[in-house]
């Protein structure tokens, strides 16, 4: 069986919803400590919390290139609510896998969606639960 399935292979090559949102409503950023990679989001929320348009840059593998892209496709249309439900495995069984020692690549990807969701909260005086947002670099470092 090959490393990667074709949804990896088909969205580290052509991924989706790469760039910047100039004037974007929340922008988050997580990097992973140990592999050094980096990961950012540009979310444009309307005023009904709908995620109207997302972009992302990755300075990573081609795993996290793969998890972003297939990660703004889940959440794109979608209310802000639902995407800060999106965990990395439903990232990762939408691309019909990752290998074990590539899943930490998805978290990166989930964890740069809820930066940027709190980033678009903060913004906006919305208020939240602190719980929904756990330390990103904290988890990174126990995935390792
Ligand atoms: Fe660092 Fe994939 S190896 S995000």
New binding site residues.
């Given amino acids: 069986m090959a490393l990667y399935s074709e949804k990896v292979m088909d969205h580290f090559r052509n991924p989706r919803n790469v760039g910047v949102i100039e004037d974007a409503s929340g922008v988050g950023e997580v990097g ?1 400590p ?4 980096i990961m950012k989001i540009y979310l444009k929320i309307n005023d009904e919390q709908i995620i109207e348009d997302v972009k992302f840059e990755t300075f ?2 081609g ?2 290139i793969a998890s972003s892209s297939m990660a703004t496709e889940l959440i794109m249309g979608k209310p802000v609510s639902e995407a800060l439900q999106l965990t990395n495995k439903a990232v990762t069984e939408a691309l019909d896998g990752l290998p074990a020692h ?1 899943l ?2 998805s978290v ?1 990807a989930e964890e740069a969606i809820k930066s940027a969701v709190k980033n678009y909260y903060d913004n906006n005086g919305i208020e939240y639960d602190p719980k929904d947002f756990p330390d990103p670099e904290v988890e990174a470092c126990h995935m390792h």
């Fill in positions: 992973n140990v592999c050094g990679d990573g593998c795993s996290a590539k930490h690549c990166l």
